[in-house]
């Protein structure tokens, strides 16, 4: 018997295909029986369960939207149950999932040689091989278009020199796909674990995201022969088309942990009693939280839902998917907060999940586009003018 049967106030279920649901149920059990015993384990040992891997491989989903090579070709919508239910586990998970299949899968589909797709795909689809993506750098952040690594040609070699930060799988990849200017364009070069002048060291230290492994990626003069480059990338415009990609699974991943803390809220306000041995769930100021979590969460399903179904037809563009990810991200760290504080002291031990959500969720409002770039996107949508500077 599993212990959580979804959250749906609206009957949102009605929407989901048969095999949607079957998609979303095998992810939901993989999640209570692999992930949920353990996480709080590993977040504190800062862990990342790469023992996982070959399961989530063998279950579909790395590259699960990506056909061919091996890959699910599920849909969009059914990818983004993956996620939605990986991350009601921890967001950790989901931003392996999300890194591996939509940041280094998906630009090796879209951008690669032929050879490079029939290199890699099949490693990464079967977790033999791990990938990340260097775009950040210490002082690029919000503004990759600013990155200071550089490629330089020499002979039909580049050698690379420059720093990426903050970069999820950093030291545990077999491959990186890290962008730097050449010739001032920005392009996409692969490069292998090991290649002499490439190093990969972890961040420490960190409160969010504990059980992903994050880490400073150093290129000193690393010689790279002319396949590593990925031919069809050229301009910022193809790192963040991978990151439309990823901002995507986010917003289906933020449903998740916003449905763990609010399950978790409303058993605990069912039993915790204060005041005359009524439960604290009796009380109008408690129910509030739980309406105002309830409403966010169903708006942030349809939501979901909606895009991708327009990504299913091709029609999602990346301002749909800013809206999407600004939105559910917001709601899911509402949610955790108020979560939070509906458990009062317990709300702050790891005894319960919601601390830990809360603490990835300041993350994942960070990374992959701010909250607030994601604001300047929209805004630049709606009246025709940037506002970045
Ligand atoms: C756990 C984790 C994992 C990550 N994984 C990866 C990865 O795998 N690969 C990768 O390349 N990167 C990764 N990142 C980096 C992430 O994408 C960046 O942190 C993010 O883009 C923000 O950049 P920054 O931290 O430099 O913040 P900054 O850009 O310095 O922003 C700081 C603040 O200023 C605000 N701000 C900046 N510019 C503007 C503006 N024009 N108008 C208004 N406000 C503005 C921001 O919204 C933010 O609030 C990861 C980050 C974290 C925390």
């Known amino acids: 018997m599993l212990a959580f049967r979804g959250v749906d106030f609206l009957e949102i279920d009605s929407q989901f295909s048969e095999q949607e649901k079957l998609v979303r149920q095998m ?8 992930v949920i015993p353990h996480i709080e384990q590993w977040n504190r040992e800062a862990k990342f369960p790469a023992h996982l891997v070959p399961q989530m491989a063998e279950l579909g989903f790395l590259g699960a939207n990506l056909s061919g090579y091996g890959c699910a070709g599920m849909s969009n919508v059914e990818y983004g149950l993956i996620l939605q239910e990986l991350e009601r586990g ?22 690669g040689s032929e050879e490079q797709k029939r290199k890699w795909l099949p490693a990464l689809q079967q977790g033999q091989a791990i990938g990340c993506f260097g775009l950040t750098e210490p002082d690029f952040g919000s503004n990759p278009a600013g990155m200071r690594t550089r490629a330089v040609r020499d002979g039909s070699d580049y050698i690379l020199n420059g720093e990426k930060a903050w970069i999820t799988n950093g030291s545990i990849a077999d491959l990186a796909l890290v962008w730097a200017r050449a010739d001032g364009v920005i392009r996409g070069f ?14 420490r230290g960190k409160m969010s995201l504990r059980a992903s492994v994050t880490s400073l990626l150093s290129l000193q003069d690393a010689r790279l022969p002319a396949s590593a480059l990925l031919p069809g990338a050229q301009g910022l415009k193809a790192p963040l088309d991978c990151l439309t990609q990823a901002r995507y699974g986010i917003g289906w991943g933020a449903i998740g942990a916003a449905m763990a803390c609010y399950h978790e809220a409303l058993e605990y306000s069912k039993n915790r009693k204060q005041f005359d041995d009524r439960p604290i769930a009796a009380h109008q ?10 409403t966010e969460i169903t708006k942030a399903q349809l939501l979901a839902l909606h895009v991708g179904r327009l990504k299913d037809q091709g029609r999602a563009d990346f301002a749909h998917i800013s809206m999407l990810k600004r939105n559910n991200v917001k709601i899911a760290l509402d949610v955790a907060r108020a979560a939070r504080d509906i458990l009062g002291a317990s709300g702050v031990a790891d005894e319960y999940p919601i601390f830990r959500h809360l603490c990835n969720l300041e993350a994942v409002f960070t990374y992959e586009g701010t909250h607030n770039i994601h604001t300047l996107i929209l805004g630049e949508r709606l009246t025709g003018i940037p506002a970045y500077k």
């Open 27 to 34: 992810v939901r059990e993989f999640v209570e029986r692999e």
């Open 90 to 111: 921890d967001s950790a998970l989901r931003s392996f999932v999300s890194v591996q299949g939509s940041l280094v899968m998906y630009p090796i589909h879209e951008f």
């Open 285 to 294: 100021l408690v129910q509030e939280k739980l309406a105002d979590m309830i």
């Open 190 to 203: 692969l490069i292998e674990k090991g290649t002499p002048g490439f190093s990969a060291q972890d961040i």
